[in-house]
């Protein structure tokens, strides 16, 4: 009798653990795409809220380094077109003063080189319970109201937990949490020469963090242009 040749293969455990292997393979690289994906997007969302906090800090400094007082108007006024009025607060203080730092982009634009800026909240339209700091540009300077002039707004830190702003005395050699340049008992026609700023926000975890800078005002008296 001829005696049958084994036949070559696989049986069926050797089957099944070959599968079970394969899934088990599959599985674990697919968990790795997913972290590095994961990842990655944690890594881009902390360097978009880094960004977006250095050029807040930067615009805020740019305003403040670029603060100025003028005599060139009526001292009487019940509401000056140059002033620098800072109040503080639990979470955000209130902030107004006038800067020489307007672009005119248009030759026949009803605007000036002097603008108003101030930061106030404002509660977030789209995320109930998140603040966001705003600032306020007045491009048309006026011895009215402020509350009825027009402005441009725009969120300068979104979700901010809270700002504190502290003024250099540099007659007193003290820092000081409110300044008034419109009062008699304030600091009527001066300004701080340093500007210390603090923000704490948070990361795209939800973890606070604090974020500080100093900005240096290069005029602490008030322009007097004598005809």
């Excluded at 340049?181 to 009527?188: A, C, H, I, R």
């Amino acid at each position: 009798m001829r005696s049958r040749k084994a036949q070559a293969g696989l049986t069926l455990i050797e089957v099944m653990i070959a599968c079970a292997v394969l899934a088990i393979m599959m599985a674990l690289a697919w968990r790795t795409i997913a972290n590095t994906a994961d990842s990655r997007k944690r890594f881009e969302a902390f360097e978009q809220r880094n960004h977006e906090l250095r050029m807040a800090m930067n615009r805020i400094v740019s305003d403040f380094e670029h603060a100025y007082l003028s005599k060139n108007e009526d001292q009487l006024s019940s509401y000056p077109r140059t002033m620098f009025i800072a109040k503080s607060s639990s979470r955000l203080p209130e902030i107004r003063f006038s800067i020489l730092a307007h672009r005119v982009l248009w030759a026949d634009a009803n605007e000036s080189e002097q603008t108003v800026i101030s930061y106030l909240s404002r509660n977030d339209p789209e995320r109930p319970g998140v603040v966001d700091w705003v600032r306020r540009e007045q491009r048309r300077p006026s011895n009215e109201p402020f509350e009825d002039l027009p402005a441009e707004y725009d969120v300068i830190v979104r979700d901010i937990v809270s700002a504190k702003l502290e003024f250099w005395n540099w007659k007193n050699l003290d820092w000081q949490d409110t300044w008034d340049t419109t009062q008699s008992d304030g600091q009527k026609g001066l300004l701080p020469s340093r500007v210390r700023i603090t923000v704490i926000t948070k990361d795209p975890a939800g973890t606070e963090y604090k974020v500080m800078t100093q900005a240096r005002i290069n005029m602490q008296e008030p322009l007097n242009f004598v005809q």
